[in-house]
């Protein structure tokens, strides 16, 4: 078993070396990163100082843009319009949002959140950060890559905290990280396409696009077994598609005694391919890691939650290093949300030791599914400034972006109040049970 995971490692490494020489970071070609230095309105022209070169490039006002739309002496995304010539602007996007004492708070009691949802549930918490952060103005791709840079510390915690307590497979996750990474590089060069063909509006309908799709299908087939699970219906017992897969002796055969599982690494493999695929390009891995194991591996939801943090510790620490090498990595949200998170993994970790399998499944459901209504409410937005669309009338647009905003923050809300709740209760009983024993072991003697 040493061996294979030697080389496993070993080829992930050159992997990682081959993907370093010949992918490189620069951004898409269709898409200019830097700050526009001047701007003209009667030759209809902005002059931009190109990031990481001393160039000046000076570049045309697309069709319908005027002098406002350029923003000075601030680092934009520029996307270019190559059918209407090689320097055309298409549209224009501040990187880095300036950071107001609101936002500074609203980021921290984001990460705090976060946080607890990881710990708790296993996912980095990517599904109620992400959207955040473009809810406050950044873009997609910058969301993704930040959210992904402050996921691997985080996961660490976490990991290590769940390791303590008995809960997460080091083997398992370790085997599905491997595959997990060449998901990460698949992903961002998916991103990287998208940017260089859509610009920026085509990454943030991307990211919402997949985000409402993986939401609603793994949050109702989440929430129906974990409705099932608390009422009784069926026993906490494995899947018959995990049954079925263990069946199967194909080598490498793994044992993996935390999870308690024996089955071939070849099931393990489009599980950790997918998580990677799904973690780089909308920065959330666990929606597929998690149920992944619980359903395909047959783990049980209480290893499966903790195991996805081993998972996004690796691939978060070599998918920060390909974004960062991107320059799309905003370090002051990085380290807003790391802070808020790093106390809620632990809280969160904490919580798993006082509840039930289907009260895990449970949070996880109704926040994917709140989580959905947010991010769907800003689909209409994005089709309409890539022209898929008439553009909405003001009176619309306002409405949806009300909705988005306050689902999300119905999302927060909801996954505080129920893992604090079950949290306190299982302290209680806990509490109680050994008070109990403890007057028994008295009477007795």
């Given at each position: 078993?040493?061996?294979?995971?030697?080389?496993?490692?070993?080829?992930?490494?050159?992997?990682?070396?081959?993907?370093?020489?010949?992918?490189?970071?620069?951004?898409?070609?269709?898409?200019?990163?830097?700050?526009?230095?001047?701007?003209?309105?009667?030759?209809?022209?902005?002059?931009?100082?190109?990031?990481?070169?001393?160039?000046?490039?000076?570049?045309?006002?697309?069709?319908?843009?005027?002098?406002?739309?350029?923003?000075?002496?601030?680092?934009?995304?520029?996307?270019?319009?190559?059918?209407?010539?090689?320097?055309?602007?298409k549209d224009v996007?501040?990187?880095?949002?300036?950071?107001?004492?609101?936002?500074?708070?609203?980021?921290?009691?984001?990460?705090?959140?976060?946080?607890?949802?990881?710990?708790?549930?296993?996912?980095?918490?990517?599904?109620?950060?992400?959207?955040?952060?473009?809810?406050?103005?950044?873009?997609?791709?910058?969301?993704?890559?930040?959210?992904?840079?402050?996921?691997?510390?985080?996961?660490?915690?976490?990991?290590?905290?769940?390791?303590?307590?008995?809960?997460?497979?080091?083997?398992?996750?370790?085997?599905?990280?491997?595959?997990?990474?060449?998901?990460?590089?698949?992903?961002?060069?998916?991103?990287?396409?998208?940017?260089?063909?859509?610009?920026?509006?085509?990454?943030?309908?991307?990211?919402?696009?997949?985000?409402?799709?993986?939401?609603?299908?793994?949050g109702a087939y989440?929430?129906?077994?974990?409705?099932?699970?608390?009422?009784?219906?069926?026993?906490?017992?494995?899947?018959?598609?995990?049954?079925?897969?263990?069946?199967?002796?194909?080598?490498?055969?793994?044992?993996?005694?935390?999870?308690?599982?024996?089955?071939?690494?070849?099931?393990?493999?489009?599980?950790?391919?997918?998580?990677?695929?799904?973690?780089?390009?909308?920065?959330?891995?666990?929606?597929?890691?998690?149920?992944?194991?619980?359903?395909?591996?047959?783990?049980?939801?209480?290893?499966?939650?903790?195991?996805?943090?081993?998972?996004?510790?690796?691939?978060?620490?070599?998918?920060?290093?390909?974004?960062?090498?991107?320059?799309?990595?905003?370090?002051?949200?990085?380290?807003?949300?790391?802070?808020?998170?790093?106390?809620?993994?632990?809280?969160?970790?904490?919580?798993?030791?006082?509840?039930?399998?289907?009260?895990?499944?449970?949070?996880?459901?109704?926040?994917?599914?709140?989580?959905?209504?947010?991010?769907?409410?800003?689909?209409?937005?994005?089709?309409?400034?890539?022209?898929?669309?008439?553009?909405?009338?003001s009176q619309l647009?306002?409405?949806?972006?009300?909705?988005?905003?306050?689902?999300?923050?119905?999302?927060?809300?909801?996954?505080?109040?129920?893992?604090?709740?079950?949290?306190?209760?299982?302290?209680?009983?806990?509490?109680?049970?050994?008070?109990?024993?403890?007057?028994?072991?008295?009477?007795?003697?």
């Amino acid at each position: 078993m040493k061996k294979i995971i030697i080389l496993m490692l070993a080829v992930l490494t050159a992997f990682t070396f081959a993907s370093n020489s010949f992918a490189g970071g620069p951004p898409p070609k269709n898409v200019v990163k830097g700050i526009f230095t001047q701007v003209d309105g009667t030759k209809g022209t902005a002059v931009i100082k190109v990031d990481g070169h001393d160039e000046l490039r000076t570049l045309s006002l697309g069709k319908d843009m005027t002098v406002e739309d350029i923003i000075l002496e601030k680092k934009v995304m520029v996307s270019l319009n190559t059918e209407a010539g090689p320097n055309v602007i298409k549209d224009v996007s501040v990187m880095f949002f300036d950071m107001t004492i609101t936002k500074i708070i609203a980021l921290l009691v984001v990460g705090l959140i976060g946080g607890l949802l990881s710990g708790f549930i296993g996912s980095g918490g990517a599904f109620v950060l992400t959207p955040a952060m473009m809810s406050l103005g950044a873009p997609g791709a910058v969301a993704v890559a930040s959210n992904m840079c402050h996921k691997f510390p985080k996961a660490m915690v976490g990991s290590y905290k769940r390791w303590k307590y008995g809960q997460a497979d080091i083997k398992l996750g370790l085997v599905m990280a491997v595959t997990a990474i060449i998901g990460v590089e698949v992903g961002i060069k998916m991103q990287k396409w998208i940017l260089s063909h859509w610009g920026n509006a085509g990454s943030n309908l991307y990211v919402s696009v997949v985000f409402v799709f993986v939401l609603i299908t793994v949050g109702a087939y989440v929430l129906r077994d974990a409705l099932r699970s608390s009422k009784g219906v069926v026993e906490e017992k494995t899947s018959n598609l995990a049954l079925s897969l263990q069946k199967i002796e194909l080598w490498p055969m793994m044992e993996f005694k935390v999870a308690k599982v024996r089955i071939s690494a070849w099931v393990t493999i489009p599980v950790g391919l997918f998580t990677g695929l799904l973690a780089a390009t909308i920065a959330v891995g666990g929606f597929i890691g998690v149920p992944g194991m619980i359903y395909v591996v047959g783990a049980s939801a209480m290893v499966a939650s903790a195991t996805e943090l081993v998972v996004a510790f690796v691939m978060g620490a070599y998918g920060s290093v390909q974004w960062g090498i991107s320059g799309l990595i905003d370090i002051r949200m990085t380290l807003l949300i790391l802070a808020g998170s790093l106390i809620g993994v632990q809280l969160g970790a904490l919580g798993t030791t006082y509840v039930k399998d289907h009260t895990i499944k449970l949070v996880m459901a109704a926040v994917m599914l709140i989580v959905a209504l947010s991010r769907g409410a800003k689909v209409p937005g994005y089709l309409a400034d890539l022209d898929l669309i008439p553009a909405l009338k003001s009176q619309l647009g306002y409405l949806l972006n009300g909705i988005s905003f306050w689902a999300l923050i119905a999302a927060l809300a909801v996954a505080g109040v129920i893992i604090s709740v079950a949290m306190i209760k299982g302290i209680l009983q806990d509490k109680a049970e050994k008070r109990q024993n403890q007057g028994v072991q008295e009477a007795v003697s």
